[in-house]
């Protein structure tokens, strides 16, 4: 209202809003980051944001892809919409170890045995196949583009000790680890996977009779099994 010569006089004025909304028309934008004018902004349910009227650089920071960045202009009172178009940061990545009781290590993290497949970043990645009583196999590979890929993982060397197994009364049948060896006491069991092991002499007349022993690196252990006769059990 505005008074002219004592009098009021009502004056319909019609304000033109001076702000816009911004429309991001994408299916999935739960796990992204708006931001707007180098301002971070919330996004609502339905992917729009209210923006003064003008000029904007826009920037979205999706996990796995590349930042999308582009300018959008907005107009009084309108709705502007953008489809953007993210570009994958990522490939999906099948390691594979030389059998299924191998670990596979995924930067000093255990992440399977046998076979892995995961979507990773761009990046350098070390990888190892790990088993036990063997030297680990590491290598590197590199994640450059969004081609499926697949790493085969070197073998794991195993890591040998010997047995010098002997028994009263001798030729008794040698097992390791209830594994027939196909020899008879006395008898040196070279190539033995370091770490504890049973060591068993079966003879006939005699009682089964069993030690254990720990096997280590390029070295020889000494194990006698003593035997006692089935007849004294």
Do not use: C
Not at 113 to 134: C, D, I, M, N, Q
Not at 180 to 202: D, W
């Amino acid at each position: 209202q505005v008074v002219v010569r004592d009098k009021k006089v009502e004056i319909p004025v019609v304000l033109t809003p001076a702000f816009g909304m911004l429309n991001i028309n994408h299916r999935n934008l739960s796990d992204a980051v708006v931001y707007v004018d180098n301002n971070r902004v919330n996004v609502n349910s339905a992917n729009t944001v209210q923006l003064s009227s003008g000029q904007h650089s826009l920037k979205i920071v999706k996990p796995r892809y590349k930042p999308y960045q582009t300018n959008v202009d907005i107009a009084d009172g309108q709705t502007t919409t953008i489809a953007p178009i993210f570009e994958a940061n990522f490939a999906q990545v099948t390691i594979k170890a030389p059998a299924s009781d191998v670990e596979i290590w995924l930067n000093n993290s255990l992440v399977a045995r046998g076979v892995y497949t995961a979507e990773l970043e761009f990046g350098t990645y070390e990888v190892e196949a790990r088993l036990k009583s063997h030297l680990s196999a590491s290598q590197f590979f590199d994640v450059k583009t969004a081609t499926p890929m697949t790493v085969e993982l070197n073998t794991p060397t195993p890591i040998y000790g010997s047995v010098d197994v002997s028994s009263t009364p001798q030729k008794g049948d040698i097992y390791i680890d209830d594994v027939a060896t196909g020899q008879q006491t006395p008898a040196t069991i070279n190539n033995v996977l370091v770490g504890e092991h049973t060591i068993t002499v079966k003879k006939s007349g005699y009682a089964v009779a069993s030690k254990t022993v720990t096997v280590v690196k390029e070295q020889m252990q000494y194990v006698t099994v003593p035997l006692k006769s089935s007849s004294n059990t």
